[in-house]
């Protein structure tokens, strides 16, 4: 369950039970969220907060997948293309692109594409030309690939030990 981008997970049991429970401490606490709406879906297996899609449909076999949104991936992709057939990126798009490219990078593909993302940083600090050169364009063609693919990673237990991570969005 989302509330307001917080995630909750549970039993098909509990929802009701957790969704009292979440929304009764978010008003003891004082904190505004939202109670109805897209930002309050009903319990599901696949959901969607903070631009990623979690699927936990098959956590009981130990598997759940986490991936870019598509309405997020869509947009980066018309991006992309906007720049390639532009064949041109400011030194403020560059590094705006390259925070937008990371974050997709990490719910997809992990580290496969530092070394393009160094292309985008090296074209915004670069000379000054707006113009794309062959690296930053190769670069960019590969994140489109990467996106256009859109396989979501997959997370599997490595140890039978559990674990609670409890944080608010600025991890504080």
Excluded at 26 to 32: E, Q, R, S, T
Excluded at 58 to 79: F, I, K, M, P, Y
Aim: proline residues 2%; glycine residues 8%; aromatic residues 8%.
């Amino acid at each position: 369950m989302i509330f307001d981008d917080f995630i909750t997970l549970g039993h098909d049991t509990e929802a009701a039970s957790l969704t009292a429970c979440i929304h009764m401490f978010f008003k003891l606490v004082g904190w505004a969220f939202a109670q109805e709406g897209p930002k309050a879906p009903d319990f599901s297996q696949l959901f969607t907060a903070l631009g990623v899609t979690i699927n936990v449909s098959r956590l009981n076999e130990g598997l759940g997948t986490v991936g870019n949104a598509d309405h997020r991936r869509e947009e980066l992709l018309q991006t992309l293309d906007n720049i390639l057939t532009a064949k041109r990126l400011s030194k403020a798009e560059a590094l705006k692109l390259r925070g937008r490219l990371q974050f997709a990078a990490g719910n997809l593909f992990g580290r496969v594409a530092k070394a393009a993302l160094a292309a985008v940083s090296a074209h915004a600090y670069g000379i000054g030309s707006k113009v794309l050169d062959s690296r930053t364009t190769l670069a960019l063609q590969l994140h489109r690939k990467f996106l256009e693919s859109g396989r979501p990673r997959e997370l599997r237990p490595t140890c039978d030990q559990v674990w609670f991570i409890q944080t608010d969005a600025c991890f504080e």
